[in-house]
């Protein structure tokens, strides 16, 4: 076991992260871009309309055999839980309702995890901050994969493995790496999740539960959607550890693929970053971009020099930077 190709370490940088010093440069030279800064007023119906959708196929599969269950829930229900957490994480941002009402963002994001079957939102923002404030920082991005993870899933057939548990690392690595103290948000966001649990399956029974379960396990697994995990800092160019994508797939993900807009300006709701890249395109169309996320997924299982390893890392010291 272990390495048998590829790297053996993550790149090592002793630099700052690009993103902070950029912000600066482009909000001095592009004022108008502080005007993007707003909630989304969409933002709310899309995700009213995602949490619906799902509660009406979980009426519509309670009778459904498992096969089908399962195909439906990959499909169709892996689409739409996905697209919830990246609702979720624009939320995270104060997107859906400003940074002068919080508290409204954070409980909206319980809502909108509702359908996701487990609490995810709570935690999810208390550990996303340090993801911008400090990316690839050691101990720090949970966003980073362990050691453990790059020594192991380091052939074609484990990484492969890796991108099918993709939900299971995302949700215990933050304990391994960055363990942080249960909150009462998140003690909140866990009852509302189980009472929801609880009623879809005294009104409909066990098989939309699974449903539910299986469009998030399955969506955030080996889905083409997913290709944006890995799309978004794995490093492909040395060098380079943030990466754009401008595809349609950006249509149901909340332009989450425009990544290097988001971490020079997270507090732009996604429906704007398209209007960053037009006002500034010199600071983006020279860079590496992807094209096809599942061309990412193909190259990060069958390119040896890509893994969990293929990640920039550094030292960070415990300093706000303002985000």
Not at 19 to 43: C, F, S, V, W
Not at 198 to 222: D, E, M, Q, R
Request: aromatic share 14%; net charge positive; glycine share 8%.
């Amino acid at each position: 076991m272990g390495n048998s190709a590829g790297r053996s370490d993550f790149e090592w940088v002793y630099t700052d992260q690009p993103h902070t010093q950029r912000r600066k440069e482009m909000l001095a030279k592009y004022p108008a871009i502080k005007a993007l800064m707003r909630p989304d007023p969409h933002l709310k119906w899309t995700v009213l309309g995602l949490v619906l959708v799902q509660l009406l196929a979980c009426w519509l599969v309670r009778g459904l055999a498992w096969r089908w269950l399962l195909f439906w829930a990959y499909a169709f229900g892996g689409c739409v839980n996905h697209s919830l957490t990246l609702a979720i994480h624009d939320i995270s941002h104060n997107t859906a309702f400003g940074t002068g009402r919080a508290a409204h963002n954070r409980w909206f994001a319980i809502f909108a995890n509702l359908p996701v079957g487990v609490p995810y939102a709570a935690s999810f923002k208390k550990y996303h901050v340090d993801h911008h404030r400090y990316l690839g920082g050691d101990g720090l991005d949970v966003d980073v994969p362990t050691r453990l993870e790059g020594w192991l899933f380091c052939t074609p057939a484990r990484k492969l493995l890796w991108l099918v548990l993709q939900p299971l690392f995302y949700s215990l690595r933050p304990l391994c790496v960055n363990p942080k103290a249960l909150t009462r948000m998140e003690v909140f966001n866990a009852l509302v999740q189980l009472v929801a649990d609880a009623t879809i399956f005294a009104l409909w029974g066990l098989k939309p539960v699974v449903y539910l379960l299986a469009s998030t396990l399955l969506g955030l697994g080996l889905h083409p959607i997913s290709g944006h995990f890995v799309a978004e800092h794995y490093m492909f160019v040395k060098g380079h550890e943030t990466y754009s994508y401008y595809g349609p797939l950006n249509w149901i993900t909340f332009n989450v693929g425009y990544h290097m807009e988001h971490h020079d300006f997270p507090s732009i709701p996604g429906c704007n970053l398209p209007l960053v890249r037009k006002i500034a395109p010199e600071y983006y169309d020279h860079l590496p971009q992807h094209h096809s996320w599942v061309k990412v997924l193909w190259d990060f299982v069958f390119e040896d020099s890509l893994g969990p390893y293929a990640r920039v890392k550094r030292v960070c010291k415990l300093a706000g930077d303002g985000l």
